[in-house]
Antibody, heavy 116, light 107 residues
Framework: QVQLVESGGGLVKPGGSLRLSCGAA????????INWVRQAPGKGLQWVSF????????KYADSVKGRFTISRDNAKSSVDLQMDNLRVEDTALYYC?????????WGRGTLVTVSS | EIVLTQSPATLSVSPGERATLSCRAS??????LAWYQQKPGQAPRLLMH???TRAAGLPPTFSGSGSGTDFTLTISSLQSEDFAVYYC?????????FGGGTKVEIK
C-alpha cells in the first residue's frame, strides 16, 4: 500500500538548519507530485512547498521562500526539504503529502522544534 | 493569498444528528475546494475534492456543496468516528491555503 515516511526532524536553535526527508513506497513515485504541509502544535494546517514529478516546477509559501529548498530523487523515491535560517515560528509537525494540488496520502509527520 | 474562513470553530452535535460545516473564501475559488478530516494524533485524511466529489471509500453520509466563495460540508448522521477536526483547502491559486478548522465534538 501507499507509504510516506518522514524523517530528519529534531531540536535546532534559531538560525540553524535541518534537512527533512520523505521516503515513499507502494506506488510509482516518479508519477506523483509531492508537497510538504506543516502543523504547529495545537494549530491548523499550513502548506509549505510543492515539487512536481520531474522536479521542474517548485513552489513555496511566502513564509519559507528563500530559506527552504525542496528537491527530489526519483531513483531513491524520496523528497527532501532543506530548511535553513530556521525561526521559532517554524516549529511544527512536518508532513509530506502526495498530490498535485490536493493531498490524497499523508505520512505521519516529523517534528521540528526551533528553540534556544 | 486566498483566505478561507471556517465556521463555527466548534460544533457540538449528538450522535445520529446532522452536522453542517461552513467554509467561506475571500475570493472565488470556483469548485477548487477540498475537505479533510483530522483525528487526534493522526495525519489529515482527504474527504472531498472539487467541492462535492467524495474520496474513494467515503460513505454517502458525507456530502459537499458550494462554488465560488461559499461551501458546505454536511455529515447527515454523525457516528462516533466522525468526531474530529475538519479543514477546507483551496487549490484555485497558489499558495494553497487551508481554513482554520472546525472541531466537531460530542454534545
Amino acid at each position: 500500500q501507499v507509504q510516506l515516511v518522514e524523517s530528519g526532524g529534531g531540536l535546532v536553535k534559531p538560525g540553524g538548519s535541518l534537512r527533512l526527508s520523505c521516503g515513499a513506497a507502494g506506488f510509482p513515485f516518479s508519477d506523483y507530485s509531492i508537497n510538504w504541509v506543516r502543523q504547529a502544535p495545537g494549530k491548523g494546517l499550513q502548506w509549505v512547498s510543492f515539487i512536481n514529478t520531474a522536479g521542474t516546477t517548485i513552489k513555496y509559501a511566502d513564509s519559507v521562500k528563500g530559506r527552504f529548498t525542496i528537491s527530489r530523487d526519483n531513483a531513491k523515491s524520496s523528497v527532501d526539504l532543506q530548511m535553513d535560517n530556521l525561526r521559532v515560528e517554524d516549529t511544527a509537525l512536518y508532513y509530506c503529502a502526495r498530490g498535485e494540488v490536493t493531498f490524497e496520502f499523508w505520512g505521519r509527520g516529523t517534528l521540528v522544534t526551533v528553540s534556544s | 493569498e486566498i483566505v478561507l474562513t471556517q465556521s463555527p470553530a466548534t460544533l457540538s452535535v449528538s450522535p445520529g444528528e446532522r452536522a453542517t460545516l461552513s467554509c467561506r473564501a475571500s475570493q472565488s475559488v470556483s469548485s477548487h475546494l477540498a475537505w479533510y478530516q483530522q483525528k487526534p494524533g493522526q495525519a489529515p485524511r482527504l474527504l472531498m475534492h472539487d467541492a462535492s466529489t467524495r474520496a474513494a471509500g467515503l460513505p454517502p453520509t458525507f456530502s459537499g456543496s458550494g462554488s465560488g466563495t461559499d461551501f458546505t460540508l454536511t455529515i447527515s448522521s454523525l457516528q462516533s468516528e466522525d468526531f474530529a477536526v475538519y479543514y477546507c483547502q483551496q487549490y484555485h491559486d497558489w499558495p494553497l491555503t487551508f481554513g482554520g478548522g472546525t472541531k466537531v465534538e460530542i454534545k
